[in-house]
């Protein structure tokens, strides 16, 4: 008996259906590509500019001391007096005599040379997460005088011109040298050391911190001590 069922020809079938991938997609894929690729790249730059830098705790601390370079720890102000005397004559003879007497403020500034901070100043101890800097001597700025809140006390029958001129002239470079010389006090140089220590200690610690050492101390030493 014939099979009643027959057997349907291909070109008797629906279309044949396709899959299409959708345009959007399709040109999505190169700016995916490009994509992946700087963030390769910009992974890979601060794989090796960055993180090796943050991770070395002197690393860290010649880039924080590369960022400022000269450091200003200290300022004293203070007052010094000067006195000159001065004396005008006729003929060789001694006429006029003038004394001045001057109190001047005076301002001085101790800065740290970190440009002379390399790495043989600076150690560190992985095991007690300890580092330790020993920074150069100190620096005096040149003495800033106040002549404009200066006190002047002049004595004299009758100054000149030239005479008051001159006493101003040499009261301003006594004061000079009076205020470089007490710039240099050992108690005024011991304060200005302990600020110095103080404000290198915390510019390094928070370099330390971001670097991932949390338990990590800062121990600030002067050549000398």
Same mark, same amino acid.
């Given at each position: 008996?014939?099979?009643?069922?027959?057997?349907?020809?291909?070109?008797?079938? @629906?279309?044949?259906?396709?899959?299409?991938?959708?345009?959007?997609?399709?040109?999505?894929?190169?700016?995916?590509?490009?994509?992946?690729?700087?963030?390769?790249?910009?992974? /890979?730059?601060?794989? $090796?500019?960055?993180?090796?830098?943050? @991770?070395?705790?002197?690393?860290?601390?010649?880039?924080?001391?590369?960022?400022?370079?000269?450091? *200003?720890?200290?300022?004293?102000?203070? %007052?010094?007096?000067?006195?000159?005397?001065?004396?005008? @004559?006729? /003929? @060789?003879?001694?006429?006029?005599?003038?004394? +001045? &007497?001057?109190?001047?403020?005076? *301002?001085? %500034?101790?800065?740290?040379?970190?440009?002379? #901070?390399?790495?043989?100043?600076?150690?560190?101890? &992985?095991?007690?997460?300890?580092?330790?800097?020993?920074?150069?001597?100190? +620096?005096?700025?040149?003495?800033?005088?106040?002549?404009?809140?200066?006190?002047?006390?002049?004595?004299? #029958?009758?100054?000149?011109?030239?005479?008051?001129?001159?006493?101003?002239?040499?009261?301003?470079?006594?004061?000079?040298?009076? $205020?470089?010389?007490?710039?240099?006090?050992?108690?005024?140089?011991? /304060?200005?050391?302990?600020? $110095?220590?103080?404000?290198?200690?915390?510019?390094?610690?928070?370099?330390?911190?971001? $670097?991932?050492?949390?338990?990590?101390?800062?121990?600030? *030493?002067?050549?000398?001590?």
């Amino acid at each position: 008996m014939a099979n009643p069922l027959k057997t349907k020809r291909r070109e008797d079938l @629906g279309p044949e259906v396709r899959r299409e991938r959708p345009l959007a997609l399709v040109q999505a894929v190169p700016w995916l590509i490009v994509i992946v690729l700087l963030a390769l790249a910009a992974w /890979l730059g601060w794989r $090796a500019f960055v993180y090796q830098e943050e @991770g070395d705790p002197v690393g860290s601390a010649m880039l924080a001391f590369e960022k400022q370079n000269s450091l *200003t720890v200290f300022s004293s102000r203070f %007052e010094v007096i000067a006195e000159s005397e001065d004396t005008r @004559g006729v /003929l @060789g003879v001694p006429v006029l005599r003038s004394r +001045q &007497a001057m109190i001047i403020p005076a *301002t001085v %500034e101790y800065r740290v040379d970190l440009s002379q #901070v390399g790495r043989e100043r600076i150690d560190w101890n &992985a095991e007690t997460q300890q580092l330790t800097v020993r920074l150069p001597q100190l +620096q005096t700025t040149r003495p800033n005088l106040d002549e404009a809140q200066a006190r002047v006390f002049q004595d004299g #029958v009758f100054i000149t011109r030239d005479a008051s001129r001159d006493l101003s002239q040499n009261n301003s470079r006594q004061a000079e040298r009076k $205020a470089s010389a007490f710039a240099k006090n050992p108690e005024v140089l011991a /304060l200005a050391r302990t600020a $110095a220590k103080e404000a290198v200690r915390q510019n390094l610690a928070i370099p330390l911190q971001i $670097a991932g050492y949390d338990r990590a101390t800062v121990q600030v *030493t002067f050549e000398g001590e």
